[in-house]
């Protein structure tokens, strides 16, 4: 036996984040007919692929999927099948799965500012996080703020709610579903506040 026969094949490279983009949404649309407008140069429409393939790495196998299929209809020109522009890509990708923490980090600067100590301290911590997910902004007018405190006060009022009906032993269909949410979800955005003081 040869060397060359005893040697061992070398160990395949990992699929990087963005490989797993371009192979499940990039390559996908690129098969059903996408492509850039005329004159786009190649060197910009590789930048604009690899930041959506960049800014998407965090969805999972499933959702990007998903994407790709709904992206297929929303080619725009004429034909429609130019890439559709990098917000609307963006947006339909939070609809399907949100962003996590991490990856947003103006989100992860507000909560261990000031901001997000004022927010735990006045217990609506999780309201104003859910704010944030939702409008990619930290709350900037009276109405924002009253939102947010409006929902803290809902949060509060179930979160009171389903603990006595758990300490009496009656708990419904869903209190513990909600108690686990509101409890894993509480404690990760607590973790970035205290992470930061």
């Known amino acids: 036996m040869s060397k060359?026969?005893?040697?061992?094949?070398?160990?395949?490279?990992?699929e990087t984040k963005r490989d797993r983009?371009?192979?499940?949404l990039i390559g996908p649309l690129r098969e059903n007919g996408f492509r850039f407008k005329h004159g786009t140069a190649p060197e910009a429409q590789?930048?604009?692929?690899?930041?959506?393939?960049?800014?998407?790495?965090?969805?999972?196998?499933?959702?990007?999927?998903?994407?790709?299929?709904?992206?297929a209809t929303k080619g725009e020109?004429?034909?429609?099948?130019?890439?559709?522009?990098?917000?609307?890509?963006?947006?339909?990708?939070?609809?399907?799965?949100p962003r996590p923490?991490?990856?947003?980090?103006?989100?992860?600067?507000?909560?261990?500012?000031?901001?997000?100590?004022?927010?735990?301290?006045?217990?609506?911590?999780?309201?104003?996080f859910q704010f944030f997910q939702q409008k990619k902004r930290p709350p900037l007018s009276d109405q924002?703020?009253?939102?947010?405190?409006?929902?803290?006060?809902?949060h509060q009022r179930q979160f009171e709610l389903i603990t006595d009906r758990e300490r009496r032993g009656v708990m419904r269909d869903g209190d513990q579903r909600w108690l686990d949410w509101y409890e894993r979800e509480l404690a990760c955005v607590e973790a970035l506040v205290r992470g930061a003081q």
Not at 79 to 89: D, E, H, K, L
Not at 101 to 125: D, I, K, T, Y
């Open 4 to 14: 060359s026969e005893t040697a061992t094949a070398p160990e395949p490279t990992p």
């Open 21 to 24: 983009v371009r192979r499940l």
């Open 46 to 71: 590789q930048k604009a692929l690899d930041r959506i393939a960049d800014d998407l790495g965090y969805m999972s196998d499933r959702h990007l999927s998903v994407l790709a299929a709904s992206l």
């Open 77 to 97: 020109g004429s034909s429609r099948n130019f890439w559709p522009g990098y917000a609307t890509i963006i947006g339909l990708a939070e609809a399907f799965q």
């Open 101 to 128: 923490l991490e990856g947003w980090p103006a989100l992860v600067s507000w909560f261990g500012s000031a901001a997000g100590a004022q927010a735990l301290a006045g217990n609506r911590l999780l309201a104003e």
């Open 144 to 154: 924002d703020r009253n939102a947010i405190a409006a929902r803290a006060e809902d």
